[in-house]
């Protein structure tokens, strides 16, 4: 089966940046990219901020809180690095993000991973995933990292994701000063409202790149249940969990060793199964309704009387065109082309009488009928014309 998407050798995502290629399959219109995750870092889980940018970043970060060096410069696939609402470099940031954080269990950042359609070039991404950040940045106060990776060459190679890493507190963009903390991602009553705000924003932003692509599939943020709830999917969809790297590290080990799947990976290949199967199901039923629907109607349209066409109202604001009949100049000119026309039509009139005379004999003055003597120099040239035929 044709797919949509098609290698070239632009950049580093799918061995290269993926060329949108044609209209998406039939049926194909949730885009498969619609991963929006956001995890907390925290002390209390043994993180640290420094540490989460070196590897977002692939850069060395030492911290200066507890004297750790972070260095993943080794890591290969990072396309680009970004820094928004500070004037500093990242170890600065993040140094100075550890620096306002006094407890030992406290969050220092705030981590969002982003799945980016792979048929967008390596310069859309990036202007996508800065926008975003810039839209966090001016609605909540942060400052924020960015970071694209490509897909590793053993996994999926459409799994180009961004990474964007903000920081807690407010921080002010000129000095780099730190404010305060900003609690609406952590209040249970806002947080889940300002989770989904989140989202929107970004299928907004994603959604428009691809149209500007001419791709047919959209990201929908939303749920199964809440998509089956509006009739935009079957329901019974299951979800599809997200691995993290840990488990796809042992999966990809296993797959690569020929050894067993681990078992979190055999339920998620059974959920993608069962999905496909629904989906499927659901796609089908969908067209025969619609076909249905559409004989229906024309079986209606064939057997019901075309009702009379009722005459178009005249508003006085745009009366009728003129009939001659409304104006007596107009229904006189009328009436003398109309003697005109018979005067030519009548083959008892002379051949030798010019036209115009014949008309002025035929027609008279207008609005007079003709008169005796008309009638007596018409009787005579029908005697002429017969004496003349014998």
Known sequence: M????????????????????????????????????????????????????????????????????????????????????????????????????????????????????????????????????????????????????????????????????????????????????????????????????????????????????????????????????????PAGMIRVRHQGPARTAVTRKARTNGDPAPPWEDERQAALRINGQLRDTWMFLRAELRARAREEADAKAMTTPAEPVAPTPVHPAFPRPPSPHDDPMLAAVADVMAAAQGVRDDAWLDADDPPPSAVAAGQGPPGVPPDDDDEKRLAARRARRRSRQR
């Open 2 to 233: 044709q797919t949509p998407f098609a290698a070239s050798s632009g950049g580093p995502c799918a061995g290269g940046a993926v060329r949108y290629r044609g209209p998406d399959l039939p049926g194909m219109k949730n885009h498969a990219a619609a991963h929006h995750s956001i995890t907390v870092i925290s002390r209390g889980k043994g993180r640290s901020a420094t540490g989460a940018a070196a590897y977002i970043g692939a850069m060395k970060i030492a911290d200066d809180r507890d004297g750790r060096v972070h260095d993943y410069r080794r890591k290969r696939g990072v396309e680009r690095v970004e820094i928004v609402g500070f004037p500093g470099d990242a170890a600065q940031l993040w140094n100075a993000a550890e620096a306002a954080e006094t407890r030992r269990n406290s969050c220092v950042a705030r981590e969002t991973i982003l799945a980016i359609p792979a048929e967008l070039s390596e310069d859309r991404r990036q202007a996508l995933v800065r926008g975003y950040a810039l839209w966090l940045r001016d609605t909540y106060g942060v400052a924020a990292m960015t970071a694209i990776h490509a897909p590793s060459r053993e996994g999926d190679a459409r799994n180009c994701h961004g990474h964007v890493l903000e920081t807690t507190r407010a921080v002010e963009r000129k000095s780099g000063a730190f404010g305060g903390k900003i609690r609406l991602m952590d209040d249970r009553k806002s947080g889940p409202i300002e989770v989904e705000r989140r989202r929107v924003e970004w299928a907004r932003r994603a959604n428009a790149e691809l149209a500007r692509i001419g791709a047919a599939a959209r990201i929908d943020h939303r749920s199964h249940a809440r998509r089956a709830a509006t009739g935009d999917e």
